[in-house]
C-alpha cells in the first residue's frame, strides 16, 4: 500500500512508512472488497462514501474517487485514487438530520393540523392530524398542488389569504369552514422563505376539550 501523508494520518498512522503492510481490508472487510468489485466492472468509482474503521479502530467518514489500473489481459492490478476525510460533515448532517426527526415527531403528535407549502402550492409537509381533515395520508399530499388537489378552495378565504402570505409575507388569521363542512377551523397562516405555513385548529374540538376542562 503506497500513499501520500494525507492518506496515513486519515487513517491514523503517524507516517506513510507504516501503511506500507497495513490490510485496509482487515478493517474495512465490506467497503474495500466492494469498491475492488465494483471497479472491475466499472473502472472507476467517482464520490463513494462510507463509515469505515481507522488502524486505531476510530470510525471515520470518508470519501473516495477511485480509479482501477488493468494489465493488458484486463486483471485488476492497482488502485489509484484520493480519499477524503468527510467526517465533520457527515456527523453534522446525522445530527441535523436527528434534529429534523425530532421537529417531524413533535409536530405528528398535535392535535391541530399542519401543513407546508412551497412558493408553487406544492405540499412539502403534511402532519398526520392535518392528513386526516383531508381524508388522506400524508404520503398522498406531498408534492402535490393544492389547487388541483382542492380546486374547492379556489375563490376562498384560503387563497385570498394564502396569496397574500406568500406575496406580501403577512402573517393572516381567519375563520373558515374545512373542506369537510362538519368543521370549522381557526386558520393562521405564516410566510416562509419560499412559500407558506398553515395551522387548522379544529374550533369544534377545541371547545369540547374546553368544557371537559
Known amino acids: 500500500l503506497e500513499c501520500n501523508p494525507a492518506f496515513a494520518e486519515i487513517y491514523g498512522f503517524d507516517g506513510c512508512e507504516k501503511v506500507v503492510h497495513w490490510n485496509i481490508s482487515e ?31 476510530l470510525r471515520i467518514h470518508i470519501v473516495a474517487n477511485v480509479v482501477g489500473i488493468f494489465s493488458d ?26 434534529s429534523k426527526q425530532q421537529v417531524m415527531n413533535i409536530l405528528n403528535s398535535f392535535k391541530d393540523g399542519f401543513i ?24 398522498d399530499l406531498i408534492g402535490q398542488n393544492l389547487w388541483e388537489q382542492f380546486p374547492e378552495l379556489t375563490g376562498t378565504t384560503y387563497e385570498t389569504a394564502f396569496r397574500r402570505t406568500r406575496d406580501e ?6 375563520e373558515a369552514p374545512s373542506i369537510r363542512k362538519d368543521q370549522l377551523f381557526d386558520v393562521s397562516v405564516y410566510p416562509l422563505d419560499e412559500g407558506i405555513s398553515v395551522c387548522l385548529r379544529d374550533v369544534n374540538l377545541h371547545k369540547k376539550s374546553e368544557k371537559k376542562d
Open 169 to 174: 409575507k403577512e402573517i393572516q388569521y381567519f
Open 116 to 139: 407546508a407549502l412551497n412558493y408553487y402550492w406544492k405540499f412539502i409537509y403534511v402532519n398526520q392530524s392535518a392528513a386526516q381533515y383531508f381524508g388522506l395520508e400524508p404520503d
Open 73 to 98: 489481459v484486463g486483471e485488476l492490478v492497482q488502485v489509484k485514487g484520493y480519499v477524503f476525510d468527510d467526517t465533520e460533515r457527515k456527523k453534522t448532517e446525522e445530527e441535523l438530520n436527528r
Open 27 to 57: 478493517f474495512n472487510p465490506f467497503d474495500w472488497p466492494y469498491m475492488v468489485t465494483r471497479l472491475k466492472s466499472e473502472g472507476k468509482i467517482k464520490g463513494y462514501q462510507s463509515w469505515q474503521r481507522r488502524s486505531d479502530g
